[in-house]
Structure formats: structure tokens, C-alpha cells
């Protein structure tokens, strides 16, 4: 007999996108509504953290409705109600619990905290079966993590970034390259009508899997401020170009370095900056050179999105780890910590 279907309403509202979807099992996107905030953020150069909470709140049952209608479907025909807790702007992570709180009072359907760097994770589990073992490699405006997966509970951090993320050196190569927010697309963008002239630090040259891209950044801006004061024109193109392939470079090499050493022969790519194409190009060739299957998530569900939060849920949901209505958000959140909470899951009988 077949498994009855499980339907979760998701809910994201950890930084300027409202988000909701209705995920069937783990994978089927029924519905998902992503209103973002982007172009007011845009004006001031970044989120404004008041202003996204109090977008948020204008807008979620706006959200809710459409997805709702989107995918045929009423709150009864929900299994359960996830949310996203942290990490985040506190402001806005606590709009989506309230509601989620609220949904799940009214429905009786059991309360799912989902965080998000799981969910940028688990995007990939929309679109593909995430075979374990497996790499990931998590990119964000947050983290820049290597985690080695063994199954969706079981989860060690191989190594991670020591100073700023590189969705956040990405953002600060934007400004001073004149570029708008969000900087990472743009930058991007403008790499690719550039070359590799500049010479720029390698970021980290050692032997472990760990990150660092400070010194690149400082590297960059000291470019930009010295050129400045000598009246020189900088080629934003090339320096974009040059940035992007010496911060592209490290990652690809602490990827190879895994594959080296763990012989792993699964791998993903996650969160906001695997959108970037250069990396998802660079990474499909080094995979094949490793005979390892790659996956990325479609362009949609690399951002922030909901159905990300309703795929990360479901691993929850089939071991009834439910919350109670004391959930509360959290900015940040220890990643080794929370890993180790979850592996206690692993060995617990699957509900399916
Ligand atoms: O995962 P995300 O949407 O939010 C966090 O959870 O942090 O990631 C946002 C980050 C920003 O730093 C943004 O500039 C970067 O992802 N990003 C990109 C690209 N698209 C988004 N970075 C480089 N290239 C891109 N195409
Ligand atoms: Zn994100």
C-alpha cells in the first residue's frame, strides 16, 4: 500500500524574502510564493532589518493566501506547519514563528523549527535524491562550510571559514566596486565581461579544510582606496574577474582536497552563492575530473526560498521531532552544536 503523502506548510522570513510553500514528501513543490524585498533594501545598500520585520508583517498573510490558493489546498490539508527559527534578523525570524505558532494552534498540525542553513542544504533534495555519503558545500551570506553528510541527521563539519563568509566578501567587493545590493549577482555579472589581470592573494594556503577570505577583501579594498588616491582608473571588470576567480579557486580547492581525502563520491552545492555560475561551472568540471555526481539546486531554490524550509522539515517530520510553542529565534546559531543535536536523531525509529 502506498505511504500516505505528507503535505507541510513552510514558512521563511529569515531576511528580506517572505516566503511560503506547500511541500509534498520532502520534495514535491505543490505551491511556493516568494515575495521579496530586495528593491526597497537596494536604496539603503543592505537590509534594514526594522524595515524587512515591519515588510513581513505587511505582507504574510498576503503570502499565505496566495500559496494556499496556488496549491488548491486549505490548512486541514496540512501534516504539519515549519518555520524557519534561525539564524537571521531577529525581527524578521520572529514574524514567520508568530505565524507559524498561530497556524499551528488553530490547525492542531504539530510545529516544525527548521534551520536555515539545513534548508539551503536540503533545496537540493527538491529536484534531486540526495545520496549519501555525500559533500556539501554550504555558501551563503552567513557561512561558507565543508560538512560531510552520511545521512540527513548525521552531519560533521569538515571545515569552515575562520573570518567573514564569502557571500558577505562578495557583498563588500560590490560596494566598493560601485556595484548595488545585493552585490554577489552583480559582481558576477560584471566578472564575466572582465579578465583575471590583477594580482590578488590566494586566501588560505595550508592543508586543512578551512576557509579564510579576509585577506582577500582587505586586498581588494586597499586596491581600490590606493588606485583612488593616485588618480588611477580601476578596471572594475578585471578586478571583479580577479576576485571572483582567486575566491572560486580556494573553495575548488578545498573541494578537491575532500574529495581527495574521504573519496567521497556525492556532492552538493548550497546556498545563496551557489547561484553564481562561474562556481557552479568550475565545480560540475572538477566533479567530473573526480567522477563524482554533482548537484546544484535550479537558481530559484539556491536563494532564499520556502520549499528549501519544507524539504528540510520533512527528516524532521518522520522522526516526530516536533516543537513546542516556546520556539523562539535565534541570530546565529553554532553549526557543530546543532549537529550534534541532530546525529541523537539518527538513531531513532523512522515514523514512515
Ligand atoms: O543564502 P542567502 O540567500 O542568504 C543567507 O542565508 O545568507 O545568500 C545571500 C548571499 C549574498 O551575500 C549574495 O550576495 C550572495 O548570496 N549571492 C551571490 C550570487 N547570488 C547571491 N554571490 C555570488 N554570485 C551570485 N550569483
Ligand atoms: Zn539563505
Redesign the pocket.
Known amino acids: 500500500m502506498k505511504n500516505k503523502d505528507i503535505n507541510i506548510l513552510a514558512i521563511e522570513t529569515?531576511?528580506d524574502?517572505t516566503s511560503m510553500a506547500v511541500v509534498r514528501n520532502g520534495h514535491e513543490v505543490i505551491a511556493m510564493t516568494v515575495l521579496t524585498q530586495m528593491d526597497t533594501h537596494a536604496d539603503f545598500g543592505g537590509v534594514v532589518p526594522e524595515i524587512a520585520s515591519r515588510m513581513h508583517t505587511e505582507n504574510i498573510t498576503m503570502v499565505l493566501e496566495d500559496t494556499l490558493t496556488k496549491a488548491n489546498m486549505s490548512l486541514n490539508d496540512m501534516d504539519a506547519i515549519a518555520v524557519t527559527y534561525a539564524?537571521?534578523l531577529l525581527g524578521s525570524l520572529l514574524v514567520g514563528i508568530e505565524c507559524a505558532k498561530m497556524l499551528s494552534l488553530v490547525s492542531e498540525k504539530p510545529l516544525i523549527a527548521v534551520n536555515?542553513?539545513m534548508g539551503?542544504i536540503f533545496a537540493n533534495a527538491i529536484e534531486y535524491d540526495m545520496t549519501y555519503p555525500l559533500l556539501g558545500l554550504i555558501?551563503?551570506?552567513?557561512?561558507t562550510d565543508l560538512v560531510l553528510m552520511r545521512s540527513p541527521y548525521d552531519i560533521s563539519v569538515l571545515g569552515k571559514t575562520k573570518d567573514d563568509?564569502?557571500?558577505?566578501v562578495?557583498?563588500k567587493v560590490?560596494r566598493v566596486l560601485g556595484l548595488k545590493?545585493?552585490?554577489?549577482?552583480?559582481?558576477?555579472?560584471l566578472a564575466k565581461e572582465g579578465e583575471h589581470t590583477y594580482s590578488l592573494p590566494k586566501p588560505m594556503n595550508d592543508d586543512s579544510f578551512d576557509f579564510s577570505f579576509s585577506g582577500l577583501k582587505s586586498a581588494v579594498i586597499n586596491l581600490v582606496h590606493n588606485e583612488e588616491q593616485r588618480g588611477n582608473e580601476i578596471r572594475r571588470a578585471d578586478l571583479a574577474a580577479s576576485f571572483?576567480t582567486v575566491a572560486v579557486d580556494e573553495l575548488l580547492r578545498k573541494v578537491e582536497y575532500a574529495f581527495q581525502k574521504t573519496g567521497v563520491k556525492n556532492m552538493i552545492l548550497?546556498?545563496?552563492?551557489?547561484?553564481?555560475?562561474?562556481?557552479r561551472e568550475k565545480m560540475a568540471d572538477l566533479a567530473e575530473k573526480y567522477q563524482v555526481t554533482f548537484h546544484v539546486p535550479s537558481f530559484r531554490y539556491?536563494?532564499?526560498n520556502a520549499a528549501m524550509i519544507g524539504a528540510a522539515a520533512y527528516p524532521l517530520y518522520l522522526k516526530k521531532k516536533f516543537s513546542s510553542f516556546d520556539l523562539n529565534a535565534e541570530s546565529s546559531f553554532d553549526i557543530e552544536k546543532y549537529l550534534a543535536f541532530m546525529k541523537n536523531f539518527d538513531h531513532e525509529k523512522t515514523d514512515d
Not at 563568509?165 to 558577505?168: D, H, K, S, V, W
Not at 548550497?270 to 562556481?279: I, K, P, Q, T
Open positions: 529569515s531576511c524574502e539564524p537571521g536555515h542553513t539551503h555558501v551563503s551570506g552567513g557561512h563568509a564569502i557571500g558577505e562578495y557583498d560590490a545590493y545585493p552585490g554577489g549577482p552583480n559582481v558576477d555579472r571572483q548550497a546556498g545563496g552563492v551557489s547561484a553564481n555560475r562561474y562556481l539556491c536563494t532564499d
